[in-house]
C-alpha cells in the first residue's frame, strides 16, 4: 500500500526503455488524453511505446494526435518490461490487456482516485490531482520532456473532460495553472472543446425534445420520471445508447431527489435508471428489489411488462420508501 | 469614439463619489457579477453605489452577495453623478435605465464587445476581455480594492458564464490566471457552477423541450435553428430568460456552423440569437445588418415583424453568406 513519490515515479520512467500504456475499459478523455501525452514524452526520450486498451477510442477522440501509437489488437501477444495502467482501480478494470500486464516486469500504477488498489510495482495516486492527466503533465516536467501542441492538446482534454469543463469540485488552482501553460504551448480550447462535445446529432436531439415532453414530477415527493418508448428511438434514428445522460434533465430540476428513466428496450421489456440527489434515499434498495443493481446514487433493473405497468410499479415502490 | 485606458477609467472612479450601475435588460451573469463586484469595491473605497436595472435578476443568481444595493423601482426617479453601463452596445439596451444615464452629470461604459458604440463620457472597450467582469476586475485591481470572497464570487460568476465555462474561444489565459486569484481568494468553483446551472425548473425542462422539437436544420449549409413563440413560455410558466443557453443546443449538432435562435420576445418582436463554430463565419455581420450587435462568434438583434416573416429574412441573408 505504499505510495511513491513523484520523484521516485520520474526515476522509474527514466531507467526503463520499453512500455505498454493502457487504461481502463470504456475508456474516457482522461485515460485517453493522458496515455497519448505520456507516450507522446517518452517518445522524445527515445523510449520504445506502445499504447493499448481493452475497448477502441469512442468517436469524438478521434481528432486528438495519435501518430499509429494505438495498436489495440497485436499488442495482446507481445510483452513488454513496463505496463503502465492510467486511472484503473484494480487490474479488472484494465479489462483484456490483463494478461499484458501480468507478463511485464514492472507494473506503474497511475490513478487520482483514493479507492486505487495499490496494485503495481510503481504506485503514484494523487487523489489531490484533478484528473490522470495532471499527474501524466507533472510526470513530464518531471522527466524535463518539452510540452509542445501534442502533448498540450491531449493534458488539456484530459483536464477539461474529467472536471466537467471546470465545474466539479476536483478543480484545483493548480488545474486552472496548467491550462495557462498549455495555452502557451498552444492549445486551443474551444476547438478542443467543440471536438469533443459539440458532435451531437439532430437524432439525439429530437430524442432528448420527446424525453423531456414526458418529464412528468411528483413536486410533493421530490420524484421526476421520463419514459422513452420504442417508438421514440425509431422516429428520431437513433439506438438505446444515444439515451445515456437524458436522466440528468430529470436530475437537474430543483426539488428533485430522485430521477428515474423508463426506456421500452423491446416489446414487454422495459429498462429504468435511477438517480438518487440525496445520501440518505438508497436506490440501489430500489433497483436490488426488481432483481437489479448499482449503487447509493445510481442504479438500474431490467423489468418485465409493459411500459404502464413496470411505472406504476416502480413509482408505487419509490412513492411508499419515501413515506 | 475614443476609447480610454484602464488607467484613465481607474482615475474616473478615483475621482467621482456617487453612482449608479446598470447592465442590459434581460441581465446575464456576466452583467450581473460586474455590476455587483464593481459596487462591493466602489463601497469598500466610501463611495454611494446604487445598482438599478431594467429586468430583475433571473432566479438562479439570487444565491450571489447583494447586499441590499439593487434597488429596481426607485432608483429611476433619482439623479446621480455618474452612471456606469455595463455590457450595453448602447444606451438602448439599458432599457427603462435609460432616463437615469440622461439625467447624470458623466456616463462611464465598459464592454467587451468590439460592436460598442462609444456613448459615454468614458468608454472602455476591451474586446480581449472574456467578460466585462474580467475588465472589473481590472479595474479594481487598479483601485486598489482587496479582492474579497464577495467579489471574487460575483467575477467567477461573470467569468464563468460568458465564457461557458471556460469552453469559448474568448477563455484567455488571463481568464484562467484570474481564476487561480479568485481561488485565493476562496472562491468556490463547483458551488457556484452548480448554484448557476443546476437548479432547473419543471417549466425550463419543458422549454427545452418545445425548443428541441422546433429545431430544424440544414445539413449541406451546416446551419441549424430552434423557434420559440410567446406561447411556448405562457404554457411553460417560463420567462424570456429562461431561454438562456437553449441555442447551444443547435450549435451541439456535428456539421453546424452556424446555430440561430428565433425568439418571439412580444407579438411583432422577435430576438434572434447566433453562434458561429468558424472563425471565418462571422455572426456579427448578419447581426449588424438587422441593427444588432455582438462579435464573430456569438452576436443578436431585434427584428419587428412576424416570426415567420423574420425566420424568412435573416435565413435568406444567411444563406445568401454561405453561397
Known sequence: MRNNSLREIVRAFRKYDDYILSTHNNPDGDGIGAELALSFGLKKLGKKVVIANSDPYPENYEFLPSNGLVKDKDAIKASYNVA???ECSGLDRIGKMKKVFLKSKKIINLDHHMSNEYFGDFNYIDSGAAAVGEQVYDILLGLGVKIDID???????????????????????????????????????????????EVSSLGKMQLLGKALSSLR??????????TLKKDNFIKTGTAYGDSEGLINYARSIKGVNVAISFTEVEEGRVKISLRSKKDDFDVNKIALSFNG???????????EGSIEEVKEKVLNKIFDYIK
Open 151 to 197: 502533448i498540450a492538446t491531449c493534458i488539456y482534454t484530459a483536464l477539461v473532460t474529467d472536471t466537467g469543463s471546470f465545474a466539479y469540485s476536483n478543480t484545483s488552482k493548480r488545474t486552472h495553472q496548467i491550462v495557462v501553460e498549455l495555452m502557451n504551448a498552444g492549445v486551443n480550447p474551444s476547438e478542443i472543446y467543440q471536438n469533443i462535445y
Open 293 to 303: 443493481g448499482g449503487h447509493r446514487r445510481a442504479s438500474g433493473a431490467i423489468l
Open 84 to 86: 503502465v495502467s492510467l
Open 217 to 226: 414530477t411528483d413536486k410533493k415527493r421530490g420524484v421526476a420520471w421520463i
